[in-house]
């Protein structure tokens, strides 16, 4: 629970006896459980409002992702169509000045 070991929630525990007393330390205890619970329950909503919209965003960059690579693929495929008869004519040009 928050990180606390058994010593630090004892001395809380005087302490929280020593400040309010063994007739107001029942009332705070419920209110501050009260106020956990409400913490707990907000988060909650929290989460469950923003998670989907999250899952969301994920899908489009992933998509937009995959639009990208293949955009990429097609520029690689359209270079290489392109530069394959300037490498034939280079070779050939080469291979006929040599002899």
Same mark, same amino acid.
């Given at each position: 629970?928050?990180? @606390? %070991?058994?010593? #630090?929630? *004892? ?6 006896? @020593?400040?309010?007393?063994?007739k107001? *330390? ?19 909503? *929290? ?5 989907? &919209? @999250?899952?969301?965003?994920?899908? #489009? ?5 995959q ?6 693929? #097609?520029?690689e &495929? ?10 034939? #004519?280079? %070779?050939?040009?080469?291979? %006929?000045?040599?002899?």
């Amino acid at each position: 629970m928050f990180g @606390l %070991g058994a010593g #630090e929630i *004892l001395i809380i525990l005087i302490i929280a006896f @020593l400040l309010f007393g063994p007739k107001q *330390l029942p009332e705070v205890g419920r209110q501050v459980g009260k106020a956990v619970k409400g913490f707990k329950e907000t988060a909650e909503d *929290l989460r469950k409002s923003v998670e989907p &919209e @999250l899952n969301m965003i994920q899908q #489009e960059v992933k998509m937009v992702e995959q639009d990208f690579q293949a955009s990429m693929k #097609e520029a690689e &495929e359209e270079i290489n169509a392109a530069t394959k008869p300037v490498e034939k #004519e280079a %070779g050939a040009s080469g291979t %006929g000045s040599q002899a």
